[in-house]
């Protein structure tokens, strides 16, 4: 069966955008509503109901598991072929984007959406090169399953639920990545820096109250606030020579001091500016209370302007999976606790957990509560392969190289499984970050891509 790929995707594209705006007005973050019905809260699990209700419409089996993941299936067959998206999305702060991040809009032959790159557009994109190809009467040899899961970016739980009543595909990919093709994902560690109480009977000019920073581990903060007792005005001259030094911007209003970073995806904490560790710097200038002092001077020390771990002795890279990156997502200090959240992403070879036990402080404690091994398909296995001759018989792209990533995705939920799109080589990554944006002609592109592909592994 001779199929002219982009023509039929053109035949799609007024659907396939109408079901994206629908779904990019969910406002699918992590919700404190926690209820059976509700696991991760109202807001994603309105976006997998609504992307099932696409299945459901076009005639097609849909499965809503423990209100967390779901699936529709198409074809026929033994085996089974997976495609596995995510309707969550990592929060937003709104004073960052030129337009609403939940009320999509098209400025320069770009979609502007929290979620449109990251992961609802690929996912949807994915969805409709299955459905292209079955409304084309193609003959399948196996089952295809678009598995949606709603709660990528804080856990996995989706997935975990979600396999341990499911069946598991044998192969798949996750349009959750960048093209050509990811065949590797480094191991992953999530850990914690906590602060003991001192005893304080110190003089000194300020006292830190409070220093709040981050919105989830995976994502460099842009922006932290810091309150602090004591005449900030005699402040205001110094902050403001750090801020041009700096390049930053910020103000003092009252007792509390703010300076804003870019954000970025936790995977490349490189291409951000960590607001926290830049505050920190400075409050480490001042002359602060005991705790205080404790907090930002370990910051200024060990973790500042070291996204590789440099400081640490962390620094560790290779030619197969690059380097160790650490993301220090979250900070949080108090009367009561202080805290810093570490996401790490680090090459098999690396035995990150063995360095991070060696490493001791004066009154501060390294808890190590998360760590998942790395991922990895051969580059020469023949679904690799299919999948990139597929993107290169649509781009022409005979230069890039699959390659290995940082990124966590779903991938690594599979034994054989990659991750396989959206983002095109020298398109901007703006994942994770304000502004979010994919171009309309690269989304129609990967429906294509995605449809060549999924006819050569799963049809006769």
């Avoid at 990019?24 to 997998?48: C, F, M, Q, Y």
């Avoid at 026929?76 to 709104?94: K, M, Q, R, S, T």
């Amino acid at each position: 069966m001779k199929i002219n790929f982009k023509e039929e995707v053109q035949k799609h594209k007024e659907d396939l955008l109408s079901d994206l705006f629908e779904l990019l007005k969910v406002r699918s973050i992590l919700g404190t509503d926690i209820s059976e019905a509700t696991p991760v809260g109202s807001g994603p699990k309105e976006a997998l109901e609504l992307f099932l209700s696409f299945g459901k419409r076009d005639g097609y089996e849909t499965k809503l598991v423990d209100n967390i993941a779901g699936h529709i299936e198409i074809g026929e067959g033994e085996d089974l072929f997976g495609i596995l998206g995510h309707v969550d999305v990592v929060p937003v702060n709104e004073s960052e984007w030129t337009t609403p991040p939940f009320e999509p809009s098209v400025r320069d032959g770009k979609i502007f959406a929290r979620g449109v790159l990251d992961d609802k557009g690929p996912t949807l994109a994915g969805y409709y090169a299955v459905k292209l190809l079955d409304k084309l009467g193609v003959k399948w040899k196996k089952r295809v399953r678009v598995i949606i899961g709603s709660d990528e970016e804080t856990g996995f739980r989706c997935v975990k639920a979600y396999f341990a009543k499911e069946e598991q595909p044998s192969i798949g990919f996750t349009p959750d990545a960048m093209f050509p093709l990811i065949y590797g994902e480094k191991a992953h560690a999530n850990f914690r820096y906590v602060f003991d109480k001192l005893e304080d009977k110190e003089e000194y000019d300020y006292k830190l109250l409070s220093l709040n920073a981050g919105l989830v581990k995976n994502m460099v903060p842009s922006e932290v606030t810091a309150e602090l007792s004591g005449n900030l005005s005699l402040l205001e001259e110094k902050f403001n020579e750090f801020l041009k030094s700096n390049d930053l911007t910020g103000k003092i209003e009252g007792n509390t001091i703010t300076v804003y970073g870019k954000a970025a995806h936790g995977s490349t904490p490189h291409f951000g500016v960590n607001a926290a560790t830049k505050l920190a710097d400075f409050l480490n200038s001042i002359n602060l209370d005991k705790n205080g002092k404790l907090y930002v001077e370990f910051i200024n020390k060990n973790i500042s302007d070291s996204p590789f771990g440099d400081k640490l002795g962390l620094k560790y890279n290779d030619d197969e999976m690059g380097d160790a990156t650490y993301n220090y997502g979250i900070f949080k200090y108090n009367l009561e606790e202080a805290i810093i959240e570490t996401d790490s992403r680090y090459p098999a070879k690396f035995n990150l957990l063995e360095k991070l036990n060696e490493l001791k402080f004066d009154n501060v404690n390294l808890d190590v509560y998360s760590n998942k091994e790395a991922h990895y398909v051969p580059k020469d296995d023949e679904m690799v392969q299919t999948l990139l001759s597929a993107y290169r018989n649509h781009t022409g792209d005979n230069v890039n190289e699959p390659r290995v990533v940082g990124g966590g995705t779903y991938a690594r939920c599979l034994k054989k499984g990659v991750a396989f799109g959206v983002l095109l080589p020298g398109r901007e990554d703006t994942m994770h970050q304000a502004n979010e944006y994919i171009y309309e002609e690269d989304l129609m592109l990967s429906v294509a891509i995605f449809a060549e592909a999924i006819y050569n592994l799963c049809c006769k």
